[in-house]
């Protein structure tokens, strides 16, 4: 693989998995717009790695303090006291990721993938999804915190997250969505956002990586150690550029630009002349 793609891929993964812009929609559209083979299922696990190392880099203290709970809880049980915030936020976090770890299992073995790549699709969700964000931004109150997060919100945000199967959709783009429509304020929406990530990337890694080991492929590793490398490069300024612009500004100018690709994609995919990206 030529090492510019290897930059571009890092990029786009790195850069679109945490901004509210779909990472797997950008993905399909690098090969159908560069014309470059499929990467593989190694360079696959190798950015989901590199992205999901940057969000545990970025929020170690928020990490620790979860494990820490954690050990902590069976003494605060047997003694009486009240469990931790942190624990609560572990328990609110894997109550988000069920609902997707069961309908991406159910996806991955009985639907054909190739359904859901195509550019039309990509072109509704990208726009859709991006319009229903602004929505929520616009019409819902910024009042409660992270810890204002009940379970119940948890399995309504997980449920949302669903629709990131479809490609165009955004995964952190979706469940900041469902978070702002709970009245979430923006910066705590992608905090606990970025949080879920690394579950539902654990999951979605330790399920191509056993797609790679059973396909008996050889992994190229010095190849998937530059791509993860870069992918966590990117993926540590994204999140970087989303916290702090999240304080001061809204999700606007992500919404403009998905109605823009959206609008493209669309324009490209119902017959626009001298395109093909079938």
């Known amino acids: 693989m030529p090492f510019i793609q290897s930059v571009i891929l ?39 790695v590199g992205t999901l190392l940057a969000v545990m880099l970025y929020f170690w203290r928020d990490i620790g303090g979860m494990a820490g709970a954690i050990f902590r809880a069976a003494g605060q049980v047997a003694n009486r006291r009240p469990l931790d915030q942190e624990f609560w936020l572990v328990v609110k976090l894997m109550v988000a990721t069920l609902p997707v770890v069961a309908a991406g299992y159910l996806v991955n073995e009985y639907l054909d993938a190739g359904l859901l790549r195509q550019v039309k699709i990509i072109g509704w969700a990208t726009l859709g999804f991006g319009l229903l964000l602004l929505f929520a931004d616009k019409t819902n109150m910024t009042i409660r915190r992270l810890d204002h997060i009940t379970n119940g919100g948890a399995l309504v945000i997980g449920c949302f997250q669903i629709f990131a199967l479809i490609p165009g959709t955004s995964r952190a783009g979706i469940t900041m969505t469902a978070a702002r429509f709970l009245g979430v304020e923006r910066q705590d929406a992608a905090r606990f956002s970025l949080l879920l990530s690394i579950p539902v ?30 992918a966590f490069l990117f993926a540590l300024l994204a999140i970087a550029f989303l916290m702090v612009w999240l304080r001061r500004a809204s999700f606007t100018p992500f919404v403009v630009y998905r109605v823009l690709l959206g609008a493209v994609l669309l324009y490209i995919a119902y017959g626009a002349p001298g395109f093909n990206l079938s």
């Open 201 to 230: 990337i654990i999951a979605a890694g330790v399920l191509k990586g056993w797609e790679l080991y059973r396909s008996g492929n050889q992994v190229l590793i010095d190849e998937a150690l530059t791509v993860g490398g870069l």
């Open 10 to 48: 890092a990029a786009v993964q790195g850069i679109t998995e945490f901004l509210p812009v779909s990472s797997s929609g950008h993905l399909i559209l690098v090969p159908k717009l560069t014309g470059w083979t499929d990467q593989g299922l190694a360079i696959d696990v190798a950015v989901h």
